[in-house]
Structure formats: C-alpha cells, structure tokens
C-alpha cells in the first residue's frame, strides 16, 4: 500500500526521506500517517532535518506538505523541486 524511509546523509543530523503510496490508496491518510512516522522516528534518532527531491507534477506530495507540522523550506532546481523539513530545533 505504501512506504517510507529515510538515509542518514553524510552531515549525520540530516537525512533524505522518500514515501510512495499506491494511487488507489492516496487521499486516505496514509501518506500523512507514513511521514509522522517517519519524523517521529528520525528526531528519536537526532536527525535535524529532512530533505527530499519532488518533481514538480507531483501534486500529491505537495498537498502533503500542507499538513505536515513541522517547519519546511522549498526551492526549485530544474524538473524538481528541494524540499527541507526542520524536525529538529538547532
């Protein structure tokens, strides 16, 4: 139905996250429930910061961030768009 991970980076309070749910299954909360998973799991683990690369059609993700409660950054780079998470103060 759905995934989520996160790798450390080498800058070890950072991580890239990525999370795919099948189309049928979107707009349950599955996707919301995933990612509070996952930042719960990362800021147990000192992880700062979340990034992930979304390409730009991607409208789900987006709506996505949205509800996320956690502060977030994003900026344009070509066919994507970075997106950085805070989950963590400094």
Request: charge should be negative; aromatic fraction near 8%.
């Amino acid at each position: 139905v759905g995934a989520g991970r996160y790798m450390r980076l080498e800058d070890p309070t950072t991580a890239e996250f990525a999370m795919s749910v099948r189309d049928d299954y979107q707009q349950q909360g599955i996707g919301q429930t995933l990612l509070q998973l996952l930042v719960a799991q990362a800021q147990a683990s000192n992880v700062h910061y979340f990034v992930s690369y979304v390409q730009n059609s991607n409208d789900a993700a987006f709506a996505l961030l949205r509800h996320v409660h956690v502060p977030y950054t994003r900026h344009v780079e070509d066919d994507a768009t970075v997106v950085k998470l805070q989950l963590l103060d400094e």
